[in-house]
C-alpha cells in the first residue's frame, strides 16, 4: 500500500488536471487544486525553515568545515524570523512588516545591499571566464566571439556612438541593433529549439508519471 | 573640469591595459587577481564619478513604451513586481520608471507581486515614485497594492478567470469589493496591459503562458539582462516589448524624459548604471583581446617546435 496509495494520487489528480484544462466544466476543478497546492505549501515553508535548521545545528555540533557560515546564516534566519513573527518595532500587530518596524530596516539595510552584492561579484568572474575562454581557436569559436563583442559593445552607449552617423535607411547596421538582431534571429532560433525540447521532455515525463511508469519520486524502495 | 576625474581614471584603466598587452605579446599570462582590480576600479570610478549617456531606443524597448503611451487615458494596467533584492538594481530602476509612466499617462496602477520578496521591492517604488512624483493620487481609486500571493503559475492559473477568488483583499486588508478601482475586474481579461517586472521563476514565462495566451491580454516586461536572450522567442506575437537590464531600462528612462518634459529632472539610476556598464564591458573586451593574443603566441610557438 506504500506504493499503491501515492500512486493512485498522482494518476488520479494528473488526469483530472489535464480535464480541467482541456474541459471547461471542470475548470473550477483546476482552481481548487491551485488552493489545495497553496495550503500544501505553507507545510513546505515549515518544512524547509525546520530543514535549515537541522542541517546547521548539526554541521555546528560536528564543527565540519566551514561551521563560522552556519552560525551566520541561524542567526541570520532566527532574528528574521524573530523580528517578523513578533513585529518587532512596528506600531500594531495589524502593521505591513515591510513598510515598518525591525524587519523592514534589516530588509533594506542588511539583505537587499548584501543581496545585490552577491548578484553583482558576476561582474568579476564574468570578467576572469571571458579572458580564459573566448578564444578564436577554430571557425565557430570566431563567430562566437564577433557576436560576443557585437553583444558586450551594444549594451553600451560606445557602441551607439561608434555607428551613430549611419543613414536612416542602414539602421540595422547600427552596433545597438545588431545586437538586437543577434539576440532575436539567431539566439532566438536557438532558444526556441531548447524551449521545444524542454516542452516535449516535459509533456512525456508528465505522461510517465501520470501513467505510473515513472516511480523514481517514491523513493528507493519504489519498485 | 568636472569630466576630469572620469578621464583621469580611464585614462589610467587604458594605460594598465596597455601595459598587460604589451607583457602579453612577451607570453607572460594575466593573473586573475589583476582582472578582478580592473573590474573594481572600471566599476567604482563610474559609479564615484558618474557620467550618463542619453540612450537611443531600441525597437523592443519603444514597442513597449509605445503600447503604455497609447493606451487610452483610465486604462487598467496590471503591474507585478516579481524579483528579489539581488535583482532589485536592474529590475527596480524599471519598475519604478514604468509606474511612473503608467500614473503619468494616468493609467490605473494595479499591483501585485508572486515573489515573498516583491511586497518590499513595490514599497520602494511607492516611497520613490507613487507618494513622491503622484502625491495627490488616492490608494484604492487611482492605484492599488494587492501584496503578495503563494503559489507560483497556481496562482496566474487563478487569477486568469477569478481575480478576487487570489485577491479577496488588498495588501492592506481591504476587501476586493471596497476597493473603487477594482470595480469591474473579474479575472486577468479586465486588464489592458500586464506588465511583469522580474527575471526568475515564476516570471514573464509563467504570466505569458498562463494568463497572455489563454486570455489574449498585451503583456509587457522588464527583466534581468541574464534571463533576457530566454525571452526574445516570445516577441512580438507574446510580449509587445522587453526590457533586458540595465541597458534596457536606461534606454526607457531616456525615452520617458525626453517625451515628459515634466520628468526631465526624475531619478535615473539605470542612466546613471550605465557608466560602470560601458567602462567594464570595455575592460572585458580589452581582456577578450589580451587572451587572444597570448593564444596566438602560444599556437605560433607550438607550430614552430
Known amino acids: 500500500m506504500r506504493r499503491e496509495i501515492p500512486l493512485i494520487i498522482t494518476i488520479s489528480v494528473g488526469f483530472l488536471a489535464i480535464l480541467s484544462f482541456f474541459s471547461p466544466p471542470f475548470e473550477p476543478l483546476g482552481e481548487d487544486f491551485t488552493l489545495f497546492f497553496d495550503i500544501i505549501a505553507v507545510f513546505a515553508f515549515f518544512l524547509g525553515g525546520g530543514n535549515l535548521m537541522r542541517v546547521h545545528i548539526d554541521k555546528l555540533i560536528k564543527r565540519k568545515k566551514d561551521w563560522g557560515f552556519s552560525i551566520v546564516t541561524l542567526v541570520g534566519f532566527l532574528v528574521m524570523l524573530v523580528a517578523g513573527l513578533g513585529k518587532i518595532g512596528a506600531e500594531s500587530i495589524t502593521s505591513d512588516i515591510t513598510r515598518e518596524g525591525l524587519f523592514s ?62 543613414p536612416e535607411g542602414m539602421s540595422i547596421l547600427e552596433i545597438p541593433n545588431l545586437a538586437v538582431w543577434i539576440m532575436s534571429s539567431p539566439n532566438l532560433a536557438g532558444q526556441r529549439a531548447i524551449m521545444i525540447g524542454i516542452g516535449l521532455g516535459v509533456v512525456s515525463m508528465s505522461l510517465r508519471l501520470i501513467l505510473g511508469i515513472e516511480r523514481t519520486y517514491l523513493g528507493k524502495d519504489s519498485g | 573640469m568636472g569630466n576630469i576625474g572620469p578621464i583621469i581614471v580611464l585614462a589610467l584603466i587604458a594605460a594598465g591595459l596597455v601595459w598587460l598587452l604589451l607583457r602579453a605579446l612577451k607570453g607572460q599570462e594575466v593573473d586573475r587577481r589583476v582582472i578582478f582590480a580592473f573590474i573594481l576600479v572600471s566599476v567604482a570610478a563610474p559609479l564615484l564619478m558618474p557620467v550618463t549617456f542619453k540612450a537611443k531606443p531600441t525597437p523592443i524597448v519603444r514597442a513597449l513604451f509605445d503600447a503604455i503611451d497609447e493606451l487610452p487615458e483610465g486604462s487598467r494596467v ?55 512624483d503622484f502625491p495627490n493620487l488616492v490608494e484604492g481609486v487611482d492605484w492599488v497594492n494587492m501584496g503578495y500571493k503563494a503559489g507560483n503559475e497556481g496562482v496566474l492559473n487563478v487569477i486568469r478567470t477569478d481575480f478576487k477568488k487570489m485577491f479577496p483583499t488588498d495588501a492592506n ?35 505569458v503562458l498562463f494568463v497572455g495566451d489563454p486570455t489574449g491580454v498585451p503583456i509587457g516586461a522588464g527583466v534581468a539582462a541574464v534571463v533576457a536572450p530566454q525571452l526574445y522567442p516570445y516577441y512580438p506575437r507574446q510580449l509587445v516589448g522587453l526590457l533586458g537590464g540595465v541597458k534596457g531600462a536606461s534606454e526607457y528612462e531616456s525615452h520617458f524624459r525626453d517625451n515628459y518634459e515634466q520628468y526631465r529632472d526624475m531619478p535615473t539610476p539605470a542612466m546613471v548604471m550605465m557608466g560602470p556598464q560601458t567602462v567594464a564591458h570595455i575592460v572585458i573586451m580589452a581582456f577578450i583581446v589580451i587572451g587572444n593574443v597570448l593564444f596566438f603566441l602560444a599556437r605560433r610557438k607550438e607550430g614552430q617546435s
Request: overall charge positive; some cysteine; glycine content about 6%.
Open chain 1, 105 to 166: 530596516t534589516l530588509y533594506y539595510n542588511v539583505h537587499l545591499p548584501l543581496g545585490s552584492t552577491m548578484y553583482a561579484l558576476l561582474a568579476f568572474f564574468v570578467a576572469s571566464a571571458s579572458y580564459r575562454a573566448f578564444r578564436a581557436k577554430n571557425r565557430e569559436a570566431t563567430v562566437l566571439l564577433i557576436a560576443a563583442f557585437i553583444i558586450l559593445l551594444g549594451s553600451t552607449p560606445i557602441g551607439q556612438m561608434l555607428t551613430n552617423w549611419m
Open chain 2, 78 to 132: 496590471l503591474l507585478s513586481f516579481d524579483f528579489d533584492p539581488p535583482m532589485s538594481p536592474e529590475v527596480q530602476p524599471m519598475a519604478d520608471v514604468i509606474t511612473r509612466h503608467v500614473l503619468a499617462k494616468k493609467h490605473q496602477a494595479i499591483c501585485m507581486t508572486l515573489w515573498a520578496t516583491g511586497q518590499a521591492q513595490f514599497n520602494i517604488t511607492m516611497n520613490d515614485v507613487i507618494k513622491t
Open chain 2, 173 to 207: 486588508s481591504i476587501p476586493f469589493d471596497s476597493i473603487p478601482i477594482l470595480r469591474g475586474v473579474r479575472s486577468c481579461g479586465d486588464f489592458d496591459l500586464i506588465i511583469s517586472l522580474g527575471g526568475g521563476r515564476p516570471g514573464l514565462k509563467e504570466w
